[in-house]
């Protein structure tokens, strides 16, 4: 039987031949089919870099092992992307050739490093195979039930405008030497651009790599299975059990829709949310081995998570701070030091994100200065009261249903609600008796030891803090708890210090109550379809190439729903043509059904495929659906139809 060490350096050799293999694929036109460009995205750039370089690192399984590394590796394949292509890009540029030769050799070295590595080690481990059975097939079955649900968001329409606007950003560049964010477009800005340059870079390679078109790769579902792959590593090392693991798992991506509409594509919400469980999974794996390699990947996670979105590498802050004082407040209690975290590394965290993040200084410092925080607790007491039914005071009319906005999310359904009761109470429960217990004993029963308590408790710090500046501005963010307090949920109940017959009774119970609340929300968003729209970027193709022979070649401004403008944006992109977005509210839809005049020179576009659904204007302001006033509207003598087709209508407004 062959030694592992000799099965790893025969994956090497593979590795570095399917990946010329697959430049060749990349770069001979013969096989540029769209099957083969998407083998060189999952493989050549979201897996051999990362996995590579985590063998260099740790090239033997006692600190992580094959599955670790191959699934942690998504992220750093993710980061490198990042790092490479910003360096190229200020360089040489970041034409096809460059990118591939670099990634090219990138793989070589870091295949050179990790055999020169493994020959210092005279260890032989034997039969790694028949161990690793269990665990592939755990890994199998968790993406056969997964796959279908992520599948049924590949026509998603994402309701935030940036994800349309990073992703007509990537139409422009993707056949240009450079991303340039202040790229001259007739007027339109692309700046923001600049305030996550990594998420557009990462998009941008893809594109360039697999040459499929924007439309395509803007709801494929490789975000949402790494993140549930991730998800399932990080729960069975926390808890112990795979099978827990592997329900857990599929109840908290896939299933659960609230955020899967935003964890799902590639967006920034999903890719450093990524960022974020790896971050934790290599955290907990420095407490257990205290092995110093870990620092360097913990800092190449984080300044990866900084270059794609600022929120995340907040909540990496927050967790180191968070084992900083749980270590801290332990040796006080113990009168004995506890290790922590690495202070340095905290403090290099801090540092990178103080010091160059244009987002905090450009737009939330100015935000919550000029909101008092009486003004914030105001508006935030409002928002519960109107949660409660106890206020209607921003109701606005004809917003569907008639309740305010954000009640018609998934996020707030009452399905949701009572999930949300689900995994948090069994955490106060935990809290609680541990500090009844030590109260009445004078002892702190719990294992100072375990690494799983240090990071349970700086995850419940980062969960506390996290929501502190959205407090201030009157709102609740919940994306933090769904992502990691079922996780915690799971923890406290095997912690609790009952009979184990009747802890296992309540295991099941929580398990089945999680699983049926995350299909009840799977299935109320499915039902009511916010943002699965019929409407296709073939549908409104002809549409988009009449409004600019139209508009002559310029820009146009679009009244719709907010996804149709976001399609019309990407499709414009192709032809360097971006229309803009008339930000309209309850009294621009009042305007248009009651016979009152629109903003001029502008087009009013009719989603005819989703004639009945939801319209969503802004920021997840939901309204009645057009069909319920298509008579008023097609009234308006503000309004001249110009087009008409299976799919849309076009009107111009006057």
Not at 28 to 53: D, H, K, M, Q, V
Not at 560 to 573: I, K, N, P, Q, T
Request: proline share 4%.
């Amino acid at each position: 039987m062959k030694s592992f060490s000799s099965k790893i350096e025969l994956n090497i050799l593979l590795i570095n031949i399917l990946s010329i293999f697959l430049i060749l694929t990349v770069f001979c036109p013969e096989n540029a089919s769209p099957i083969n460009r998407l083998r060189s995205i999952l493989a050549f750039t979201l897996l051999f870099p990362g996995y590579l370089l985590l063998n260099a690192i740790f090239p033997h399984k006692n600190t992580l092992n094959l599955e670790e590394k191959w699934i942690l590796g998504i992220p750093i394949s993710i980061a490198t992307l990042e790092f490479i292509g910003l360096a190229l890009n200020s360089i040489v540029g970041i034409q096809l050739s460059y990118y591939s030769l670099f990634l090219i050799f990138l793989i070589f070295i870091a295949s050179l490093v990790t055999l020169y590595r493994r020959s210092k080690f005279k260890i032989i481990q034997r039969g790694e195979v028949q161990n690793k059975i269990g665990e592939i097939r755990g890994y199998i079955i968790l993406l056969l039930i997964s796959l279908p649900f992520l599948i049924l968001y590949f026509q998603i329409g994402v309701a935030s405008e940036y994800s349309y606007r990073h992703w007509a950003f990537v139409e422009l560049s993707r056949d240009l030497n450079h991303m340039n964010p202040l790229i001259e477009t007739q007027g339109y800005g692309f700046s923001f651009v600049s305030l996550y340059p990594g998420h557009d870079m990462v998009l941008l390679s893809i594109t360039k790599f697999s040459a499929l078109s924007v439309q395509t790769l803007q709801f494929l579902p490789i975000t949402g299975v790494a993140l549930t792959l991730i998800f399932y590593l990080l729960s069975k090392r926390f808890l112990g059990s795979s099978l827990i693991a592997l329900v857990l798992a599929i109840a908290t991506i896939p299933l659960d829709t609230a955020y899967s509409l935003q964890y799902n594509p590639l967006w920034y919400y999903s890719l450093t949310v990524l960022f974020y469980l790896s971050f934790v999974y290599f955290l907990l794996k420095y407490f257990e081995s205290r092995r110093v390699e870990f620092i360097p990947i913990l800092l190449f996670v984080f300044v990866g998570a900084f270059f794609m979105h600022h929120r995340v590498p907040f909540w990496m802050i927050l967790t180191l701070v968070g084992t900083n004082l749980y270590s801290f407040l332990i040796s006080l209690l113990r009168d004995k030091k506890v290790k922590g975290t690495n202070f340095n590394l905290l403090l290099a965290f801090t540092v990178v994100y103080l010091g160059f993040n244009r987002v905090l200084y450009e737009q939330y410092l100015p935000n919550i200065f000029e909101m008092s925080m009486a003004e914030g607790f105001a508006t935030l007491s409002s928002s519960i009261m109107e949660l409660i039914g106890y206020s209607t005071t921003t109701i606005k009319k004809y917003m569907y249903p008639p309740s305010p906005a954000y009640l018609y999310s998934a996020d707030y359904s009452a399905i949701a609600i009572f999930k949300y009761v689900v995994i948090i109470l069994p955490v106060i429960i935990f809290i609680g008796y541990i500090v009844t217990k030590a109260i009445k004993n004078g002892v702190l029963e719990i294992d100072t030891k375990d690494p799983k308590y240090l990071l349970f408790c700086s995850l419940l710090f980062t969960s506390f803090f996290e929501e502190i500046p959205y407090f201030i501005m009157g709102r609740v963010s919940l994306t933090f708890i769904s992502t990691v307090f079922p996780i915690l949920a799971i923890f406290s109940i095997k912690e609790l210090r009952i009979p184990h017959n009747v802890r296992k009774k309540i295991l099941i119970v929580f398990v089945i109550i999680l699983i049926t609340t995350s299909m009840g929300k799977f299935v109320a968003a499915k039902d009511v379809n916010f943002n699965m729209l019929n409407l296709s970027y073939d549908d409104i193709s002809s549409s988009s190439s009449w409004l600019e022979n139209v508009s002559e070649g310029g820009t146009y401004k679009i009244i719709s729903d907010l996804r149709v403008w976001g399609m019309y944006l990407v499709e414009g992109a192709k032809n360097d043509i971006f229309p803009e977005y008339i930000y309209i509210k309850h009294h621009d839809y009042a305007n248009l059904v009651e016979n009152r005049p629109l903003p001029q020179e502008s087009y009013f576009i009719l989603n005819k495929k989703d004639f009945n659904r939801t319209v969503i204007l802004l920021f997840w302001d939901y309204f009645e659906p057009f069909s319920l006033h298509y008579q008023e509207i097609n009234s308006n003598q503000y309004l001249n139809k110009i087009y008409v087709s299976n799919s849309v209508e076009i009107y111009k407004t006057l």
